[in-house]
């Protein structure tokens, strides 16, 4: 997108400001940060941005630091780093950004579903009401080769769909919720354009890069580039009220 003409200036009041910080390669630092304002800090390889940023001012918001002040209008702190998350074959990207649940809500409201009795949970590949028994939701069955990595086989009976047949009836634009599972978030977005509440999610996931990434696939198989993006499209989409830092 082109750099916008008109941009608003960074807030005045209430900056984060920084006095005589040392920490490892921070040594005697002091600067003042705006508030209401994405700020960057940049520098060569070991410079100390990490440590600023999660020794200095993450510390400080935890109340362990005296060098730094600004930070009492704000009532919490999320911090998007590299950490692994502790990912199973049933986190996806669907579970993970929090889009599960709209997604269910919506396709056990349409009238197929009301009239087959089906609730949200008839929608996920996760419960007993919802998965193809087969594969127990997964979409594939594994095969043991021996000699050769594990090969994952599409579930004969759900076809790669992962839930039960009752639940593969109810279709919205010819599309089950099983066939979300394989498609972009790209292309979600466009069958869902009049549903604010699913579009909410998926845009900040476009935001910050995701368009690629399919519903159904799994964390683990993300980069940790990939999985930093959907930590911070499930903040940004949260509804959490306060000044978050």
């Known amino acids: ?15 984060i400001i920084i006095r ?20 960057g800090l940049v520098g060569v390889s070991g410079a100390g941005k990490s440590t600023l940023l999660f020794d200095v001012i993450g510390e400080a918001m935890a109340g362990g630091s005296k060098n730094v002040s600004g930070l009492e209008t704000f009532t919490r702190a999320i911090t998007i780093d590299q950490q692994p998350i502790g990912l199973t074959v049933r986190s996806d990207v669907m579970t993970f950004s929090d889009l599960s649940v709209p997604l269910r809500n919506f396709f056990s409201k349409l009238p197929q579903a009301q009239a087959l009795g089906l609730q949200p949970s008839d929608f996920s590949p996760f419960t007993s009401r919802g998965m193809c028994r087969r594969c127990q939701g997964l979409g594939y069955r594994t095969v043991d080769m021996r000699f050769l990595p594990t090969a994952r086989i599409p579930c004969e009976t759900c076809g790669g769909l992962r839930l039960n047949p009752t639940s593969l009836s109810v279709t919205f634009n010819g599309l089950t919720m099983g066939h979300l599972f394989g498609l972009s978030i790209a292309e979600v977005r466009g069958l869902f354009e009049d549903h604010w509440k699913i579009v909410r999610i998926l845009d900040t996931l476009i935001g910050v890069g995701g368009s690629y990434l399919r519903l159904g ?8 580039g990939e999985v930093q993006r959907v930590k ?3 903040e940004l ?5 306060g000044t978050t830092l």
């Not at 005589?20 to 700020?39: F, G, I, K, Y």
């Open 237 to 241: 989409a949260s509804s959490h009220r």
């Open 1 to 15: 997108d082109p750099y916008p003409l008109n941009r608003t200036p960074p807030q005045r009041e209430a900056p």
């Open 232 to 234: 911070l499209a499930r």
């Open 217 to 224: 696939q799994e964390m683990a198989s993300l980069s940790t």
């Open 20 to 39: 005589s910080a040392s920490r490892h390669n921070v040594v005697d630092l002091s600067c003042t940060l705006p508030s209401q304002a994405l700020v």
